[in-house]
């Protein structure tokens, strides 16, 4: 979904832009955001509206976590085979044309030329015009003139100095990776389109736009099909001399301050997981407040020493993970959020009264309070050196893979 949104901002907002360096840096800081956000959650709570309560931190219980490992053909195994499928082709391909260009090079050794950061290699045809990393290959069989060389060399230098071939191959590493995702695909198309604009506009800072244009309208090189390598004719060429010839771009502190708010909201929408603790609160027991006296039955929320699990929250979460289980009907359903689970710790250490104060349905509800309830005993809270009843809450997120 980032990467989605990622991609149309880009084609709202900057598609049609000059800057290409702003371009480039957006779409490869989009492709680096789309994999670090998705781990990153945002819990807001309005605890300072509701008071009563012990609130323990979030629990959050994955379908990878309570799958049963029993069921061989279940659907997941058969999607897992498709991507796998996928990941082999795309990952196979991106290998083979590395070594198609990297066997080029030992029988090349000798029209290697070391220059000025980067090596030239001259050839006869046997790889055309074209640039990877650090070489550039020059196709010497073509017949070019003078200016014609001088245009053709500028636009292959400029993505070797700019490392264009750097980002190629990390987006065709995540192509791999992320194959099933029609975005990655279409950033990749914008990403190497970017190139091409920098390259172009390179080559024209010294040479006129109009003649720059017709030699692209030549065509003169044939095709090269080195998806790895930057080729002079490989972006569409109407779309290179229309952006030559444009006089169209906005300011670029217009781009950001269009983008920043875009992308703040994008984050909250996606990440943030808003609890509206005043639904919570009328599902709670009401209770006397503040407790001057310790009576038997009085129920605590505030103590001097609070209840603890045998072993720590960590042991009592590690059993909470190991025993509850995804229901299978949420799971089709794709129900996903918080459960509130309300639980009283008795002065034996006991964990009753549990139930779900604000659920979501699907069976979560009554999974999440039938294991709470199955759980070893805790030491409980004492108020003036005596052992009482303490009301508090575990609120356990439900999260599909």
């Given at each position: 979904m980032?990467?989605a949104?990622?991609?149309?901002?880009y084609?709202?907002l900057?598609?049609?832009?000059?800057?290409?360096?702003?371009?480039?840096?957006?779409?490869?800081?989009?492709?680096?955001?789309?994999?670090?956000?998705?781990?990153?959650?945002?819990?807001?709570?309005?605890?300072?509206?509701?008071?009563?309560?012990?609130?323990?931190?979030?629990?959050?219980i994955?379908?990878?976590?309570?799958?049963?490992?029993?069921?061989?053909?279940?659907?997941?195994?058969?999607?897992?085979?498709?991507?796998?499928?996928?990941?082999?082709?795309?990952?196979?391909?991106?290998?083979?044309?590395?070594?198609?260009?990297i066997?080029?090079?030992?029988?090349?050794?000798a029209?290697?030329?070391?220059?000025?950061?980067?090596?030239?290699?001259?050839?006869n045809?046997?790889?055309?015009?074209?640039?990877?990393?650090?070489?550039?290959?020059?196709?010497?069989s073509?017949?070019?003139?003078?200016?014609?060389?001088?245009?053709?060399f500028?636009?292959?230098?400029?993505?070797?100095?700019?490392?264009?071939?750097?980002?190629?191959?990390?987006?065709?590493?995540?192509?791999?990776?992320?194959?099933?995702?029609?975005?990655?695909?279409?950033?990749?198309?914008?990403?190497?389109?970017?190139?091409?604009?920098?390259?172009?506009?390179?080559?024209?800072?010294?040479?006129?736009?109009?003649?720059?244009?017709?030699?692209?309208?030549?065509?003169?090189?044939?095709?090269?099909?080195?998806?790895?390598?930057?080729?002079?004719?490989?972006?569409?060429i109407?779309?290179?001399?229309?952006?030559?010839?444009?006089?169209?771009?906005?300011?670029?502190?217009?781009?950001?301050?269009?983008?920043?708010?875009?992308?703040?909201?994008?984050?909250?929408?996606?990440?943030?997981?808003?609890?509206?603790?005043e639904?919570?609160?009328?599902?709670?027991?009401?209770?006397?407040?503040?407790?001057?006296?310790?009576?038997?039955?009085?129920?605590?929320?505030?103590?001097?020493?609070?209840?603890?699990?045998?072993?720590?929250?960590?042991?009592?979460?590690h059993?909470i993970?190991?025993?509850?289980?995804?229901?299978?009907?949420?799971?089709?359903?794709?129900?996903?959020?918080?459960?509130?689970?309300?639980?009283?710790?008795?002065?034996?250490?006991s964990?009753t009264?549990?139930?779900?104060?604000?659920?979501?349905?699907?069976?979560?509800?009554?999974?999440?309070?039938?294991?709470?309830?199955?759980?070893?005993?805790?030491?409980?809270?004492?108020?003036?050196?005596?052992?009482?009843?303490?009301?508090?809450?575990?609120?356990?997120?439900?999260?599909?893979?």
């Amino acid at each position: 979904m980032y990467l989605a949104c990622f991609y149309l901002l880009y084609q709202i907002l900057l598609v049609r832009d000059k800057h290409f360096r702003f371009n480039r840096t957006f779409l490869l800081s989009g492709i680096f955001l789309s994999l670090t956000l998705p781990a990153l959650t945002i819990d807001i709570t309005s605890q300072s509206t509701f008071e009563g309560y012990i609130m323990l931190p979030v629990l959050t219980i994955t379908e990878a976590q309570t799958e049963s490992v029993g069921f061989i053909l279940e659907w997941w195994h058969i999607i897992g085979f498709i991507y796998l499928a996928g990941f082999v082709f795309y990952l196979s391909r991106l290998l083979w044309q590395m070594a198609h260009i990297i066997e080029k090079l030992p029988l090349l050794n000798a029209s290697r030329e070391k220059k000025n950061g980067y090596t030239l290699v001259t050839t006869n045809g046997e790889i055309p015009t074209c640039s990877f990393f650090k070489y550039l290959f020059w196709d010497k069989s073509v017949n070019l003139t003078s200016e014609e060389k001088k245009q053709v060399f500028e636009h292959e230098l400029a993505h070797i100095r700019q490392w264009h071939s750097a980002d190629v191959l990390l987006v065709e590493l995540l192509r791999s990776a992320f194959w099933f995702n029609p975005a990655i695909h279409l950033i990749k198309t914008r990403i190497t389109e970017v190139h091409e604009y920098l390259a172009d506009h390179q080559a024209t800072r010294q040479i006129a736009v109009e003649d720059y244009s017709k030699l692209l309208t030549l065509q003169i090189f044939r095709s090269f099909d080195f998806a790895l390598s930057n080729n002079f004719h490989k972006s569409q060429i109407v779309k290179r001399i229309r952006m030559l010839k444009s006089t169209h771009g906005k300011s670029i502190w217009l781009n950001v301050a269009l983008l920043i708010p875009v992308l703040a909201l994008l984050i909250t929408v996606l990440s943030c997981n808003v609890t509206d603790m005043e639904d919570v609160k009328d599902r709670i027991e009401p209770f006397d407040s503040p407790i001057t006296e310790i009576e038997p039955n009085e129920i605590f929320t505030k103590v001097e020493n609070q209840p603890a699990p045998e072993g720590g929250m960590a042991e009592f979460y590690h059993y909470i993970q190991n025993n509850l289980k995804y229901p299978i009907e949420a799971k089709q359903a794709g129900i996903e959020g918080v459960v509130y689970i309300q639980f009283i710790v008795d002065p034996d250490g006991s964990l009753t009264k549990v139930q779900a104060v604000k659920g979501i349905g699907g069976g979560c509800d009554e999974e999440a309070a039938r294991v709470v309830a199955n759980s070893p005993k805790w030491q409980p809270g004492t108020e003036k050196g005596k052992a009482v009843n303490v009301r508090m809450i575990l609120p356990i997120t439900f999260k599909l893979d």
